[in-house]
T-cell receptor, first 115, second 109 residues
Framework: IAGITQAPTSQILAAGRRMTLRCTQDMRHNAMYWYRQDLGLGLRLIHYSNTAGTTGKGEVPDGYSVSRANTDDFPLTLASAVPSQTSVYFC??????????????FGPGTRLTVT | GQNIDQPTEMTATEGAIVQINCTYQTSGFNGLFWYQQHAGEAPTFLSYNVLDGLEEKGRFSSFLSRSKGYSYLLLKELQMKDSASYLCAVVGNDYKLSFGAGTTVTVRA
């Protein structure tokens, strides 16, 4: 089934632990994105990748890292989780990055709670 | 910086029309998207405007005025399944999306 998958669906994590959120797309999209969604704040961009092998920082990158070793996968790592990283995380992709008109397709999200 | 404002909540009756406004002040402008997000689900694409005017797509229409920094999403013949959050997102100079906080629309029978 074409689209974006994310894993895990939800996770409760102790503060200070390391966690990697997984994202895979099979649409051969060049660009991928990670957002967090918090009540009252909307979606905020964490990191993005316009093409495999390149990444960039978004609006709220601190405490997060990403890699883009291939076209399909774009994992997000929290090196040492803190309670303020409790959020719903969405991965998205678009056919091209650095271009205005290509819609983004979103994965189902990962609900992360840091205690 | 990016500033995108939309109402927090709106309520309407089944079969009615609702207009969701979005005003923006952003670093550059390369288009505006509207997304729909049902509770607990992913956002899905509704519309994209880059030129002034009205774009109609079935029961949904989107309007843009670049000079006024203003857009609206018009939902006609409301159905219960239209109960969702509607997200306004602006493409800035960096070609990244900046989202408003979203408008939750509740459709009542």
């Amino acid at each position: 089934i074409a689209g974006i998958t994310q894993a895990p669906t939800s996770q409760i994590l102790a503060a200070g632990r390391r966690m990697t959120l997984r994202c895979t797309q099979d649409m051969r999209h060049n660009a991928m994105y990670w957002y967090r969604q918090d009540l009252g704040l909307g979606l905020r961009l964490i990191h993005y990748s316009n093409t495999a092998g390149t990444t960039g920082k978004g609006e709220v990158p601190d405490g997060y890292s990403v890699s883009r070793a291939n076209t399909d996968d774009f994992p997000l790592t929290l090196a040492s989780a803190v309670p303020s990283q409790t959020s719903v995380y969405f991965c998205a992709s678009s056919l091209k990055g650095g271009s205005a008109s290509y819609e983004q397709y979103f994965g189902p999200g990962t609900r992360l709670t840091v205690t | 910086g990016q500033n995108i404002d939309q109402p927090t909540e709106m309520t309407a009756t089944e079969g009615a029309i609702v207009q969701i406004n979005c005003t923006y002040q952003t670093s550059g402008f390369n288009g505006l998207f509207w997304y729909q997000q049902h509770a607990g689900e992913a956002p899905t694409f509704l519309s994209y405007n880059v030129l002034d005017g009205l774009e109609e797509k079935g029961r949904f229409s989107s309007f843009l005025s670049r000079s006024k920094g203003y857009s609206y999403l018009l939902l006609k013949e409301l159905q219960m399944k239209d109960s969702a959050s509607y997200l306004c997102a602006v493409v800035g100079n960096d070609y990244k999306l900046s989202f408003g906080a979203g408008t939750t629309v509740t459709v009542r029978a």
